[in-house]
C-alpha cells in the first residue's frame, strides 16, 4: 500500500518536518530513523512511502521537528494518531493538521472532558459510502449529550450547502468524528463546513463560525483521509465552576469525626444541584508517622500511594459481630461528629482499632477474595513496602527508618521474608492490606459516582515526599535526603516556608524515564481525572535548604547559575569571604534582638571578638544546632514566649549573611541571600558595596536564569504530564520567574489565578477579567484566609479593594456582608478562564443564615507556622447544605447566568 504524508507546518530556518510510526518504514518509533518530508510550499510538507498492507494492518504515527543544529526533537501534542490499512485500497492520500501544544482545545481531549464531561453513551458507527473515496475525521469532544456533528459543502454528499441535508458523522471513535464520501473526482476543491445536529430537534442547529474548509482529491490515491482540528464555535470557549473543599473537612451525619471518602458523594450531589462541574480536594494519602496530631498534614505522606486510613466510612467496611462493640463505636463516632473541629488523635484511635477487630472477624474470607487478590497482584510493589514500613514503624516507635536497625536500608529480599504469609505475625501487614483495600473499594465508589453525574474530582499532587516515608526508605536515591524543599519568604511567611521534604534528583530520576512519577500519576488517574501540581514553580528550580538550617530564609534556588567572584568584583564589590559569607554580628545587633536577655546570650550562644563584634560558637552554629538546644527546654519551659523570642534572634544572627556559597564551585561561585536588602548586614554597606549587591541579586533573581530554567521545565515537565491523560493545573504562585507563563502556555497547562496574589508586582491585587482562557480564577485557597477573614484583616487595603477592584466609593463595611462576596464571586465566574473554583467557605459566605459566625475559624492552613494543626470542619451537614433551596437556587442562578453551568 502506498501511503502519502501531508502536514501544514510553518518552520523556522533549520528545521524540518518528519513523521515516525510504528513500522519498519517510518521508523519504528525511532525519531532518529523517522521519515523526512519534503517542503513544498506554503507551509506543506509530503512525503510518500510504501507499506506492505498484507502483514500490517494498522499503525500509529505522529509528526516531529528537528532541529539541523542541534538534534533536538520537538514532537506534535497528543497520543499517536491511528489509521487501519485495509488490505482493499491500494494507497491512502494522508491530508493532516499539525497539532499544537498551545491550542486550548486540548484540555477538551483530556479524560475529565472526553471521559467524562463529554463522554457519548453510545457511539454508533455510520456506513461508509459504497465507492467512497473521501474520508473526513474532526477531531472535537466538546458537544452535547444527543447531538453530533455533522457536514455540509458544496458537492452532492455533502448535501450542495443545504442545512436540510447535513451529512452526520460518526461517533464510533469517539472524539473522533468521522464520514466516508463518496465524490466526483473532477472535483478539484471541494469546500464545507461543520454543523452541530440536534437529534431532539431533527435539524442543524449550529454552523461553525469562520471561513469555508476545503479538500482536494488526491488523484494519485485511491483514498484520500483529511483530518481536523476543532468545531470553531460561535459562542467561544467553554467554562465551568467547581468548588473546592478538604475531605477532611467534610461533615455529614454518616461520617465519624472527619471527613470521609463516601461523603464525597453528597457534596457531588450538591455540585450538581448548583451547576458545578469539579471537586477539587487536598492530597488524600496516608501520613501517619507519629500518632499524633502532628499528621494531620496532609502534604506530608508515608507513601504517595496509599491512601489515608481515617477516610474510611466504618460501616460501609462492614458490621462488628459483637453488637455492644459495635454500639460502642457508633457512640463514639457521633460524638466526635459533632465537634467543631477534628480531633485527630481521636479519630484515628477510634478507627484503628475498628480495623483490626474487623479483619481478625473476616481474614480468612478477605486474604482469598478474588476482588482483594486480583488488588494486591496489581499494587504489591508499593503495598508490600508499605504494609512493612507501617509495621516497622510501630514496632521500633519512629518512622525515621534509619533506626531500624537491620532494615533502616530497604532490602526487598529481607522485606519479602518478613512479609511472608506462613509467618505468626503476617496478619500485622496483611491488616494494612485490609485497610488500604476498603479505601480502594470506597475511593472507587465515588470516583464512578463522580464520572456517573459528570463532575471532575481534582486531586492535589505535592511537590515533595514526606522524609521518613516508605518512598524515601524504598528509593533512596531518588532525592537529596540531605536537602529541604520550601520557599522563599512572601507576604504570608515572611521567613520563607521550609517544608522539610527531601529535593528530588531529576538526575537519577531521568534514567528511567521518569518511572517514579509515571507510576505515581498512573494511580491518581484510577480516581481523579484532572490535579494539581502543587508548587509547578519546583519543576523549574525548587528552593531548596541545607538540611542544617530551620528557616526557609537560609535557603537558594536549584538547580541556578551562581555569581562567581569575578563578576561580583567586576560589578565593584571588594569580596571579601569573612564579611559576605559568615554572620556579621556587632554588639547593638545583640541590644535590639535580646534586651535584658543580652548578657545570657552572649555568655551561652557567642564568642567575644574584636571590638563590638562577636561570633556564634561552635556547637550553636548552625540553625539546627539551635532548635535542636531549645526543643527540650520549650517543652518544659513556662517562658516559652521569651525562649522562642531568642531562639529566633540566634537564627536571625545566624543568617546575617549576604552570599550563601556554592558548594560545588570550589570556593568560586556564590548566591545572593534571598532578601538580603533587610539584613542588618546590607545596611551596614558602604553606597558602593551596597550598589555592587543589588546589581548582583537583581541579576541573579530576574535574569540571569531565565533561559537555564526553561530548559529543566521543559525537560522534565512533558515526560510527567504525559504520563497519563489527566487534565492537568499547575499552581504558579509565589516568586514567579517570567519563563514560567510561556512554558506552561506551550504546554497547555492552567495556570492559577489568585486574587490577593497578583503576577504583576506592581499590582496590589488581580482582577479576574484580566485571566487568560487556559487558567483557572479563585478569590483564595487553603493557604490563606476567606474572603470574609481576609476583609477584617487590614480595613485600609479593604478600601483600596472596595474602590479599585469592586468599583465602589464611599466607606467600605467593616465586615463582609454577603452581599460584597457575592459580587467576588461573581467577578470571578464571569472571568474569561476555563475555570473558576471556590473555596466552600467563600461560597457560603453570600447567605447570611448558612455562613459560620466567626470567619477567622474558616481559614484551613497558616502557611508562617510548621506546626499547624490541620483541623478545619465545615460547619454544615451536607445533608442540610443539599437542603438549602434558596441558597442553592441562588447559587445555580449566578453558575447559569455567567454560562458557567456546563453547557456546550
Known sequence: ????????????????????????????????????????????????????????????????????????????????????????????????????HKAPENAFLSQAFAANLFKRKQPKKKKAAVGANLGLQLIAPRIGKNQSFCIVGNCKSMGSWSPDEPLIMSDADFP????????????????????????????????????????????????????????????????????????????????????EFLDIKLLIDWAVKT??????????????????????????????????????????????????????FQKKGKELNALELIDYEAVMNLKSPYYKKLYDQNKEQFLNDKGFLAFFKENKDWLIPYAAFSRLRDKYSTPDFTKWGEYALYDKSKIERLTDPKK???????????????????????????????????????????????????????????KQAGAPPDAYAISGQNWGFPTYDWEEMARDGYSWWRRRLSKMATYFDAYRIDHILGFFRIWEIPRESVEGLMGRFNPAIPMFKYELEGNGLHFDYDRYCRPYIREYMLDELFGEEKEWVKHTFLNKGEGDFYAVKDTFDTQRKVEDHFLPLLAEAENKDQLSKIKHGLFTLIGNVLLIEDPDSNGQGFHPKIALHFTYSFKELDEQAKAALDKAYIHYYYERQENFWREKAMVKLPAIINATNMLVCGEDLGMVPDCVPGVMGELGLLNLEIQRMPKDSNS???????????????????DMSTIRGWWEQDHERTQRFYENILGHTGRAPQFCEPWIAREVIIQHLHAPAMWAIFPIQDLVAMDEKLRLENPFAEQINEPSNPKHYWRFRFHLYMEDLLKAKSFNKMLSELVSLSARNGGI
Open 275 to 328: 451547576g458545578l462541574k469539579m471537586v477539587q480536594i487536598l492530597p488524600i494519602n496516608d501520613t501517619v508517622a507519629t500518632h499524633t496530631w502532628t499528621d494531620s498534614y496532609p502534604y506530608a505522606a508515608i507513601s504517595v500511594f496509599a491512601l489515608h486510613p481515617m477516610y474510611l466510612n466504618l460501616r460501609a467496611m462492614g458490621l462488628l459481630a459483637d453488637k455492644n462493640e459495635m454500639k460502642r
Open 176 to 259: 473522533v468524528w468521522k464520514a466516508e464520501i463518496k465524490v466526483d473526482k473532477r472535483d478539484d476543491n471541494i469546500e464545507y463546513k461543520y454543523g452541530i445536529y440536534d437529534h431532539d430537534e431533527k435539524k442543524l442547529v449550529e454552523w461553525e463560525n469562520g471561513e469555508n474548509r476545503s479538500v482536494s482529491i488526491d488523484k494519485g490515491y485511491p483514498y484520500t483521509l483529511k483530518t481536523d482540528l476543532n468545531f470553531r464555535y460561535a459562542s467561544g470557549g467553554w467554562k465551568g465552576a467547581g468548588v473546592a473543599v478538604p475531605v477532611f473537612a467534610l461533615r455529614s451525619k454518616n461520617s465519624c469525626g472527619v471527613g
Open 424 to 482: 505468626k505475625d503476617y496478619d500485622d501487614y496483611a491488616v494494612h492490606y485490609f485497610i488500604q483495600y476498603h479505601l480502594h473499594l470506597q475511593m472507587q465508589e465515588v470516583a464512578d459516582y463522580a464520572r456517573e453525574k459528570g463532575v471532575i474530582l481534582k486531586g492535589d499532587i505535592p511537590i515533595g515526599i514526606y522524609r521518613n516515608s516508605a518512598d524515601a526508605w524504598l528509593e533512596p536515591d531518588l532525592y537529596h535526603m540531605d
Open 764 to 782: 496590589e491585587f488581580s482582577h479576574p477579567s484580566n485571566s487568560n482562557y487556559l487558567s483557572v480564577v479563585s478569590p483564595s485557597c487553603h
Open 1 to 100: 500500500m502506498n501511503l502519502k504524508f501531508k502536514v501544514n507546518y510553518h518552520t523556522i530556518w533549520g528545521q524540518n518536518v518528519l513523521v515516525s510510526g510504528s513500522c519498519k518504514e517510518l521508523g519504528n518509533n525511532n525519531p532518529d530513523n523517522a521519515l523526512p518530508l519534503n517542503y513544498m510550499d506554503n507551509g506543506d510538507w509530503e512525503a510518500s512511502v510504501k507499506i506492505d498492507s498484507m502483514t500490517i494492518k494498522k499503525i500509529e504515527y505522529k509528526y516531529l521537528i528537528k532541529n539541523e543544529t542541534d538534534d533536538r526533537v520537538y514532537w506534535e501534542w497528543g497520543a499517536p494518531r491511528r489509521l487501519k490499512l485495509p488490505s482493499k485500497v491500494s494507497g491512502f492520500a494522508l491530508k493532516d493538521s499539525w497539532r499544537s
